[in-house]
């Protein structure tokens, strides 16, 4: 089993950042200093960095509990925009990973989702909250060429294949469900929205069957 445990991204504003997953998300700030700031995303620490430059725009997932899509989709729609994935819904359904989630962005651009997976065994009885954002489950990382990135993963870290899916030049994902890596190619458009990836910094320390792996793209 696969856990990201810490993610660390850049933004160009430590304090618009700090408004929108303090205040909006209701994300425990865990420390903050002139250069960045870090919050409890469920058990995954998310770490923002400034970026001097450009603004970056990344691609993330929470894990939330199985039988709460609906409550989550409600307790957000007070919160943020939530961007349609069709003319007539919000909701993507995803039959072959059995889940299904929905989408946002943050204040930085970044496209946020709160996925519900059928197969975690994390049915919740609690009204959905803040503290039902489980964990981040997926980190999107652009590249340039997906098979040989891919092959650098796999042969590099030990990584495996996402069972539920298999891995093309187009999209190659890594881990389980309660923890993935999306490969994709520069350019092509986040799901559910015109934006093209692109690939920005982004450190990630995840733990897979024990072993901790730190990987920088």
């Not at 989702?113 to 975690?120: G, S, V």
Request: charged letters at 15%.
């Amino acid at each position: 089993m696969m856990q990201l445990q810490e993610i660390t991204l850049f933004t160009a504003s430590l304090a618009d950042t700090l408004h929108f997953y303090a205040r909006v998300l209701g994300l425990q700030v865990l420390y903050q200093t002139n250069n960045a700031i870090a919050f409890a995303a469920g058990r995954t620490k998310l770490i923002f960095t400034h970026a001097a430059t450009e603004q970056p725009v990344y691609h993330f997932a929470f894990n939330i509990p199985c039988n709460q899509l609906q409550e989550a989709l409600e307790y957000m729609q007070e919160r943020v925009n939530i961007l349609p994935v069709s003319p007539t819904s919000t909701i993507a359904n995803f039959d072959d990973w059995q889940a299904k989630a929905f989408y946002f962005l943050d204040n930085n651009g970044n496209i946020l989702e709160c996925i519900a997976r059928r197969h975690l065994n994390n049915i919740s009885t609690q009204p959905f909250n803040s503290n039902s954002l489980l964990n981040i489950s997926e980190i999107g990382l652009p590249v340039h060429d997906v098979p040989a990135y891919a092959n650098h993963i796999q042969h590099t870290y030990g990584l495996p294949y996402f069972t539920k899916q298999l891995p093309a030049p187009g999209f190659t994902v890594f881990g389980d469900d309660e923890a993935l890596l999306i490969i994709v190619p520069e350019g092509r458009n986040w799901y559910p929205t015109q934006i093209a990836a692109n690939g920005f910094p982004v450190k990630i320390m995840l733990e897979n069957n024990g072993a901790i792996i730190e990987i920088s793209a």
